[in-house]
């Protein structure tokens, strides 16, 4: 049997993707294997007249990549990412002090079948993503909506203005704007992902050594710090600042030049939250502060009776909200007094968002819950009297949506022309409609991009700082 091989990888540094290319010849047949780095990938076959017509068209498939990036490897030597999650265990006494606590009133609630950590509320939908991939939208009166399906474990649902997007676990960011899921960023796979967020475009990467990454709208790197510690499960942006969280504490950057802005000597850092004036970090000693975000001083401190795995607070800063470790949540004033703690009866709350006098958390046991958070109810609850919870269920009228091979037109006037194109060894995409400015780059889903390929797109909108654009809405392959 007369038989070659090649094997290559794409190792780049930061946020942008790691993969390999594989070629091999035996005898008549010509077979590639591709994808990320310690998946299977997909593969493709083909039948030549000769072997030696099938090792020429080999090397021409290799010298290809190689212009494209990618460099000769060992097979094996580089491994498919540490998935890594959270994880609490509460002492007796904690348990104990949560034995006798009150219900909360929960209005609603939706079991997703698997632990949840991913939350986003916007002002129609909650947003809901579990450990085995499945990310659900339902009304904020609990009906659901829509199911995608995603090939990995979902760590967060990120809110980016009008975008949203879900972390998983394989070390893709996936775009879920339009109809079918598609995948905006790809993360290194040496970067063990703990938290995502992303403002603007700009995505930022907290990880398991005390490392922050930031990547652009082109899921390219911009740069890289390390903040000390380990475990940073807090990562928040906003126009000025990064601010990370480990358990060395919380330090801000300035999002534009990695420069630090200021320390804050917290505990261990659980979870985090930010509002316009102040972030919130929830810690292992059982405590949430209140940082100001200019200085980091601390300003206020509320204290639960167990660690906390999440909080939230109100837009506003009003009211501040956290969990702890024994399936409690509690509220506090501005000023960190503790206003209530009720039992979320259903699991520890693993992420959080207030939203319209509600608290929407999601659960170790998998249940997206709708608290009401009202002065009345919460006062209700206080005496034992709440509501009966509504359970509430998918139906067989909702399909699940995975990834799909991209559709195709032939009308290029449904929306806004774009076009792929090789700079150096990156695809870039430009608006080529006109009154669209050519010169800017596009973020476009990076999974669909093929040079030389146009495309049409639902709409094409202008980031907020300017100077790229961003594809929203449906995508599909002019043909």
């Known amino acids: 049997m007369t038989e070659k091989r090649w094997y290559l990888e794409l190792s780049e540094d930061g946020g942008s993707s790691h993969k390999f290319y594989e070629v091999v010849v035996q005898n008549l047949e010509l077979t590639l294997r591709y994808g990320r780095i310690g998946e299977a990938g997909q593969s493709s076959k083909k039948t030549l007249e000769s072997f030696e017509k099938a090792v020429v068209e080999a090397e021409k498939k290799v010298r290809e990549k190689k212009r494209g990036g990618y460099t000769e490897a060992v097979m094996g030597e580089r491994q498919k990412r540490t998935v890594v999650r959270r994880t609490f265990t509460a002492s007796a006494g904690e348990v104990r002090a949560a034995a006798n606590t009150k219900r909360a009133p929960v209005l609603w609630k939706f079991n997703t079948g698997s632990t949840a950590f991913g939350i986003c509320v916007t002002s129609q939908r909650a947003w809901v993503g579990n450990q085995q991939g499945d990310v659900y939208a339902l009304t904020l009166e609990g009906v659901v909506e829509a199911h995608f399906k995603l090939p990995d474990g979902v760590k967060c649902i990120i809110e980016d203005g009008d975008f949203l997007y879900a972390g998983c676990d394989n070390g893709k960011v996936y775009d879920l704007n339009g109809k079918v899921p598609r995948v905006a960023y790809e993360i290194s796979d040496d970067v063990s992902i703990y938290w995502l967020d992303i403002f603007d475009a700009l995505l930022a990467i907290s990880d398991n050594d005390g490392g922050l990454t930031l990547v652009d709208h082109n899921d390219e790197f911009v740069w890289n710090v390390n903040s000390g510690g380990s475990s940073g499960w807090m990562v928040r942006t906003d126009a000025k600042a990064v601010y990370h969280g480990t358990s060395a504490g919380v330090t801000a950057y300035d999002s534009s030049s990695g420069q630090k802005v200021w320390h804050s000597a917290t505990n261990n850092v659980l979870f985090g939250w930010q509002t316009q004036d ?97 002065e009345s109810a919460i006062e209700a609850a206080k005496t034992g009297q709440v509501p009966d919870v509504k359970t509430v269920l998918a139906g067989s009228s909702i399909q699940a949506v995975t990834p799909t091979p991209i559709l195709t037109t032939r ?69």
């Open 411 to 479: 009308d290029a006037s449904e929306g806004v022309l774009l076009e792929c194109y090789r700079q150096g060894n990156k695809l870039r995409i430009r608006a080529i409609s006109p009154g669209y400015n050519s010169s800017w780059s596009v973020q476009f889903p990076s999974d669909i991009r093929e040079a030389g390929a146009r495309y049409v797109a639902t709409e094409v909108r202008e980031s907020s700082k300017g100077g790229f654009y961003r594809a929203f809405g449906e995508i599909k392959k002019l043909i």
């Open 278 to 374: 102040f972030v919130y970090p929830g810690c292992g000693n059982k405590n949430v502060y209140v940082l100001e975000k200019t200085t980091g001083e601390q300003v206020a401190t509320c204290t639960c009776d167990a660690g906390v795995p999440s909080n939230a607070a109100s837009p506003d800063g009003k009211y501040i909200f956290a969990a702890d470790t024994v399936s409690s949540v509690y509220c506090f004033s501005s000023s960190g007094e503790r206003l209530w703690k009720l039992a979320t009866g259903c699991g520890s709350a693993l992420s959080m968002q207030y939203h319209g006098e509600r608290v929407y958390i999601v659960t170790s046991d998998g249940s997206l819950a709708c608290i009401d958070a009202s």
